[in-house]
């Protein structure tokens, strides 16, 4: 437990999903960039391995496991982070749920694509629900949300995720607006194949269904700049979530090279 008197002079912030991928590497992003990083995941060992790495890269963070689906492990990261750290200025909600209901519709049960459903929207809203009344309070902040950007580009076998990532887009554009007046920034970062990440590693591995595998061949073969890499990811979500984008809120961007445009 920190000390009052070690409580960072610094902006905080909470990194969901953060022991791996993306997640990864957008809390070392915001250390390299000299925000407090409090990192949450289910890995116990990767999550200390990578608050070691920020502290001997000279950054700060600290990490609390969590299993945020449920709302009150989400709500207490929230308060612990406040109680330990004095407050919570950026949340990255990068989290997600395992693609378990991929298929062409008919192939996939409507009650799998449902579950999988429910299970994302609860990973994705819990820790907003839980630090949204801290930051209208203090009338600052800034949540971002990190999705597929098969919310946004019609992609085959992927209902399940068109229908969680766009409705995930939407939800953040009624958000926006309804904190604006608190002064809370919301917005959304689109991601297609990303090198180096878990699903990287099992589409190199041929581990992913037909389709999809399918899907990723051609995404790989004609990315314009080439597969993003996960630093190339963080340094745009670094951006969204910082005072250089102070008027940019309700907004969605793809990070994807070229590959899509919407």
């Not at 939800?171 to 194949?193: D, G, I, P, Q």
Request: glycine letters at 10%; one cysteine or more.
């Amino acid at each position: 437990m920190k000390e009052q008197s070690e409580k960072p002079q610094r902006k905080v912030a909470i990194v969901t999903g953060a022991t791996a991928g993306l997640g990864k590497a957008i809390a070392i992003r915001l250390a390299q960039e000299g925000v407090f990083v409090v990192v949450t995941g289910r890995n116990q060992a990767a999550g200390e391995a990578l608050v070691a790495s920020i502290h001997s890269s000279g950054g700060q963070g600290a990490f609390l496991a969590a299993d945020i689906e449920d709302t009150a492990g989400a709500t207490a990261l929230v308060k612990w982070a406040i109680e330990e750290f004095g407050q919570v200025d950026i949340l990255v909600a990068s989290a997600g749920a395992p693609p378990a209901a991929q298929g062409v519709i008919g192939q996939v049960a409507p009650n799998a694509i449902a579950d999988q459903i429910a299970k994302t929207a609860r990973i994705k809203l819990n820790p907003v629900h839980a630090v949204v009344p801290h930051m209208t309070e203090r009338e600052s902040g800034s949540i971002l949300f990190v999705t597929s950007e098969g919310g946004r580009f019609p992609t085959p076998g992927q209902t399940t995720v068109a229908l969680h990532s766009g409705g995930l887009i939407m939800a953040a554009k009624v958000m926006a607006k309804e904190l604006s007046r608190s002064h809370v920034r919301v917005n959304t970062l689109c991601v297609t194949l990303v090198e180096d990440t878990p699903v990287y590693e099992r589409f190199a591995g041929g581990q992913l269904t037909p389709i999809r595998q399918k899907v990723f061949d051609k995404i790989a073969s004609k990315a314009p700049f080439g597969l993003a890499k996960p630093d190339d990811v963080a340094a745009v979500a670094a951006f969204l979530v910082s005072d250089a984008a102070s008027h940019i809120t309700g907004a969605t961007l793809s990070a994807t090279g070229g590959q899509t445009y919407s």
